[in-house]
């Protein structure tokens, strides 16, 4: 099975400082990872995502992740923060196997950007 | 094209009863997972449907039960509703490629389950 741990439940950040959202994964089968942002009272919305290839990956809204396999981290950042980001980010893992696409979520940490 | 849409989007019901959920899938999409998503937690995976049949559960009681239909729509059913079933349920459609693979999961906004 796989489990995902997001370390910091709350980053509090002031606007146009850069933010780091850690995120570590355990799995014992090769895996493909996310990161969501939710919006109160809204579902998920993908930021990101790493399937293969290049570590550092590209998302929406200017954020990026890097995948490393050896620390089994997925950390994501943006290296300036407006007041909009404000929200909940979640990060997700999901086991490379046959027609089955269970996704295993952390319990998410909360971005609060201050003016 | 489409997304996710989930009905309704916030529900009352009183403990004992049953409640069905429903999710139209993305476009495209051949497979419809749901989630159950507890006030303060991430997400947890209840099960996930392929092709009109369950291919995956997560740690759920039988009273949590779906279907799946020829235009991959979805529906959670749920019956003898408890108190901790409050929460927000997501729909997540993604297409998965026979041969193995997996794919992004696009979730709807989520359904507002109130157990009173």
């Known amino acids: 099975a796989q489990s995902v741990t997001q370390l910091d439940s709350q980053v509090p950040v002031f606007e146009e400082a850069p933010v780091e959202l850690r995120c570590n994964y355990s799995s014992s089968v090769s895996v493909y990872l996310f990161w969501y942002v939710q919006y109160p009272n809204q579902g998920l919305q993908l930021l990101l995502k790493y399937l293969s290839g290049s570590t550092l990956v590209k998302g929406i809204n200017g954020f990026e992740a890097e995948f490393n396999k050896s620390q089994t981290s997925f950390h994501l950042r943006k290296p300036s923060v407006h007041i909009s980001d404000t929200a909940e980010y979640f990060c997700?893992?999901?086991?490379?196997?046959?027609?089955?696409?269970?996704?295993?979520f952390g319990s998410g940490t909360k971005l609060n950007v201050k003016p | 094209e489409t997304g996710v849409t989930q009905s309704p989007t916030h529900l009352i019901k009183t403990r004992g009863q049953q409640v069905t959920l429903r999710c139209s899938s993305q476009s495209g999409h051949n497979t419809v997972s749901w989630y159950q998503q507890a006030l303060g937690q991430g997400p947890q995976f209840i099960f996930q449907y392929y092709r009109e049949e369950e291919n995956g559960r997560g740690n759920f009681p039988p009273r949590f039960s779906g279907l799946q239909f020829p235009n991959y729509s979805s529906e959670l059913n749920v019956n003898a509703l408890e108190l901790d079933d409050s929460a927000l349920y997501l729909c997540?459609?993604?297409?998965?490629?026979?041969?193995?693979?997996?794919?992004?999961?696009?979730f709807g906004p989520g359904t507002r389950l109130t157990v009173l």
């Open positions: 997540a459609s993604s297409r998965l490629a026979g041969g193995g693979g997996t794919d992004t999961q696009y």
């Open positions: 997700a893992v999901s086991a490379q196997t046959y027609n089955f696409n269970k996704f295993y």
